[in-house]
């Protein structure tokens, strides 16, 4: 055994420069500003708990009295869902090819390409379904719509992030043998993103049936707006009814993408 | 220091340790299929990593590029292909100067040379036939061979009788990530036999095999080689391999060829000295 103190080690903590002080400080007034400006408050918060208590009540039993309005409403939910996921992800490939750095024909395609995806991003789709409500009119159609430039967005950044992380190696290779980019990016690049792209495709269907929940609420079809009437006609019974219908649709396609994933990956 | 200047191309010798005399004559050694002149490469200033680089290659032979990491054979090769774009310099392969080409010639003419790869560079989640198909992607124009599922019939044919030659039409269906490492290697040299290529170029073929697959594979290449005819540039770390698969080995230090000279002049040792 030796005597020899041990070393005293780095400090635990780094003492911040007086600038990180400033931020962490401002970001700490400004969440109390948040808090203020949100009206949050624990009294209200609490004294809520027996006006849900009443509403819960209510809700229960779930009606079974529109059953079949319910179920086609569903129906129609996730057939928007489906058809804005499939048509959104065919889109989205191309448009990420050309937001590949590495596969776009020209800087000014990459560019244009990474700006339209940012862009349809970062609307979110309620907003997409109100302009597609004003220029198609009511229904599933706007909300469709709405849902494959969201998948676009969505999609796109992913599948163009999952094409230039994908190896290079048998890039080369088939550059090297004199194949065409077209070629290049189906026998190389997509085969290798193929896992990432399921991946996710099988998300966005997810997303998109939660999405298309809500975007019945601005009339772009689906079961919100049933839920939005029943709702507002004090049909809690009845809306028990949707949301629970709304819980076993989003939990069954998650449990089938969750299926295709083991399956195709 | 250099062993000898770059000397002019050696002829063949008649039988090298290993391999069998080549069939093929060299009676057309007067039209070299690769002539390079004064090949400069550099990736930061004043490194350059290809120095003024220059030589020929006669149709039918067999030459191993050496020398240790960094010397410049990847990117040589990588330059001659203009996978990289030299700084200064000739490449004249097959007989066209690779700096006139554009686009689309570059492509067709890329596609008469068959290139092996270190880490042989397969596209692991298809099967081998269609790996292997993809080495007539440039010849076909209308019915692209993209996967082996929509190949047209006459393509899938000569396929399997690329991955026949490579002795794997057995594993023609297998995913190429589930092919061990020495098979994986020659479903690349079949790829590349799919090309029907006038020149094969190796970047370290054996490089990432053991020993014994890394042996088997140079025999492959060898008993092609020597069957069709083919011109080959190797890049080895195998000194033994350079020795008796080459017609004539080529030494590169820091971008400057150091050693120019027929296989069956040189030893081991005399070529071990280069990476002191």
Known sequence: ?265 | MALQAAAPPAAPRAVAPGRAPRTAPLAAADAPDLVVRGLRKSFEPGVPVLDGVDFSVSRGQAVALIGANGAGKSTLLRCCLRLIEPDAGDVRLLGRDMAGLDARSLRRLRGEIGFVFQKHNLVPRLSALTNVLHGALPRSRLARPWFQSCAPRALREEALACLDRVGLVDAAARRADKLSGGQSQRVAIARALMQRPRLIVADEPVASLDPSSGEEVMRLFAGLIRREGLTMIFTSHDLSHAIAYADRVIALRRGVIVLDRAAADLDVATLRALYD
């Open chain 1, 1 to 265: 055994m030796t005597d020899r103190a041990s070393p005293a080690g780095p400090p635990r903590f780094e003492r911040p420069s007086l600038g990180a002080f400033a931020a962490y400080l401002a970001i700490a007034l400004f969440f109390v500003y948040s808090l203020h400006g949100t009206g949050v408050s624990l009294g209200d918060f609490f004294g809520g708990f027996p006006q849900m208590g009443r509403l819960i009540g209510e809700m229960l039993p779930p009606s079974t009295a529109r059953l079949d309005a319910v179920g086609r409403a569903l129906l129609e939910t996730f057939q928007m869902a489906f058809v804005g996921t499939v048509v959104g992800v065919l889109i989205s490939v191309p448009v990420a090819v050309l937001a590949t750095r590495h596969l776009t024909p020209h800087p000014a395609l990459y560019h244009a390409a990474r700006a339209l995806i940012a862009f349809f991003r970062t609307v979110p789709d309620l907003v997409w379904a109100l302009l597609f409500v004003v220029s198609v009119g009511l229904g599933p159609f706007a909300g469709t719509l709405a849902l494959v430039v969201d998948k676009i967005g969505f999609c796109g950044r992913f599948f163009a992030e999952a094409m230039e992380e994908a190896d290079r190696g048998p890039q080369e290779a088939l550059s090297a043998i004199g194949a065409s980019k077209l070629s290049l990016v189906v026998c190389a690049v997509i085969p290798a993103a193929l896992p990432s792209f399921v991946n996710t495709a099988l998300f966005s269907l997810e997303k998109a049936t939660r999405s298309s929940v809500i975007l019945g609420l601005v009339g772009a079809g689906g079961i919100g707006i049933e839920l939005k009437v029943a709702m507002d006609l004090f049909n809690y019974d009845e809306a028990a009814t949707i949301i629970l219908a709304i819980f076993a649709l989003v939990v069954a396609v998650e449990r089938a993408s969750d299926v295709l994933r083991r399956r195709i990956l």
